[in-house]
């Protein structure tokens, strides 16, 4: 059934999807996978509240390490896209935390570090990790 949800969100059917990802979560609540592709649902119906909670729900469950690892991602694309640097910032720091793909998280991890350093007026230091991620 998952497949078929996944075959729906391709074809931005997004309320078929949604109604196969319930029930798969109706039989299990604690499915990380299931609960990523709702959260990316939501994503792309531009309901970036639902979408974090799905997220985080992922996360939570953590019962699958892809899913989790693309969870922590969606969430802080979200907080860039939005501006929050500081949330996207304390998003990937909780990452080193879990058991996930710590190497997909990295560029976001430096372009969050560089802006933050800006911030707080720490010039030298975002310069500096900004500029890593342009080598």
Do not use: H
Request: glycine share 2%.
């Amino acid at each position: 059934m998952l497949r078929k949800a996944i075959c729906f969100l391709e074809l931005q059917r997004y309320d078929l999807a949604l109604s196969d990802i319930n029930r798969i979560l109706e039989s299990d609540p604690e499915n990380s996978e299931a609960m990523y592709f709702k959260g990316l649902i939501y994503n792309k119906k531009k309901n970036f509240n639902e979408a974090i909670i799905c997220y985080e729900q992922a996360i939570k469950f953590n019962s699958n390490r892809k899913a989790v690892t693309r969870s922590i991602y969606e969430i802080a694309k979200i907080k860039i896209e939005l501006r929050d640097y500081y949330e996207a910032f304390y998003t990937l720091s909780r990452a080193q935390y879990l058991d996930i793909d710590q190497k997909s998280l990295q560029k976001f991890k430096t372009f969050t570090d560089g802006v933050t350093s800006l911030m707080k007026k720490n010039f030298d230091k975002g310069i500096e990790v900004l500029n890593e991620l342009v080598r």
